[in-house]
């Protein structure tokens, strides 16, 4: 007679840690599987935000381009109208009323975007065809540019413009600009300037002091500080200043003027335009006196430079694009004739 066997409790422990085990194994494997997968998940998750945000912001950049555009084509326009058919058309007076072109700001919208257009009528700037020591020293210093760099600026404008090959004490001539890394050379007979953006070939001129920078106050107030393309043109060949366009530091910087004189001018020309050197001499306190005289003028031109600032909607992408546009007169084929094209302006 076969007695069946019977396993005793101690014979079973072992098998049953061996199962614990073998579970503890697998719970383990598969928590390390579950954290691998989220890992992955995570980076995948991350890299379509990526994408995504990218592609949205490559599409709202080239919106935002066709947008500025359409301010700069919009802005030309109302100029043209402003100097040629308003005064023809024989409409009201609306001095009342702020103009945008008078003001120098045109804003709008196109489509599910806005722009806004910065105008500068280029009599209101410093020529540097015909460019005067005295006031480019006065300028560099009303617009914060210390020493020495201040002084490096104006004696290295000066020798680009100058022929020959002595340099002044804190300028720079061919062989400096030879030596730099990729070197150039200075036109060979020096004179005038093509392009006021030759600015950021010339010693001392960096990108801030030429465009400019966001400057934090003591009070914690963001303000803009324009940089020398602000205020001086290569489409200018006088040396009188349009007082009714200038801004105020190329007031300030006029030789002799009086800095209450130019902050007076500057704010009373915001209501109502000098029309003449009497209005100037009758209504500005202190008085600048005739030593300005041959410095400045109230005639508008027809050149100006457009600064288009663009975006979407709800949108952070911005474009700038900067142009100097030449309204031509009314017998003219052409309306308007662009001078000069700039798509990479730095957006700060």
Known sequence: MIRPSIQREGDLLPMIHRQKDARGVILIALLWILTILSVIALSFSRETFVEVATARNSRDLVDAYYIARAGIAMTTYQLYQKIYMTPRTG??????????????????????????VDIQD???????????????????????????????????ILDWRTPGPIARPNGAKDDYYQSLLPSYSIWPDGGRMKAVEELLLIRGVTPEYYYGKREKMPDGQIVNRYGLSKYLTVYSSGQRINVNSAPLPVLLSIPGMPPGAAQAIFERRQSKPFASWDEINREIVPNPGPAILQYISWTR???FTLNASAHRLNSKARRVIRTVVRINNPGSQEKYTTLYWNENVPNW
């Not at 009599?123 to 006065?138: A, F, H, M, P, V």
């Open 301 to 303: 031109t027809a050149i």
């Open 91 to 116: 409409l009201p007076s609306l001095e009342a009323q702020p103009d945008p072109i008078d003001m120098g700001k045109v804003t709008g919208q196109f489509g599910d975007g806005e722009y806004e």
């Open 122 to 156: 280029e009599s209101g700037k410093i020529s540097l065809i015909t460019l005067r020591e005295d006031q480019l020293r006065n300028l560099v210093q009303v617009i914060g540019i210390s020493e020495p760099d201040a002084s490096i600026i104006v004696d290295s």
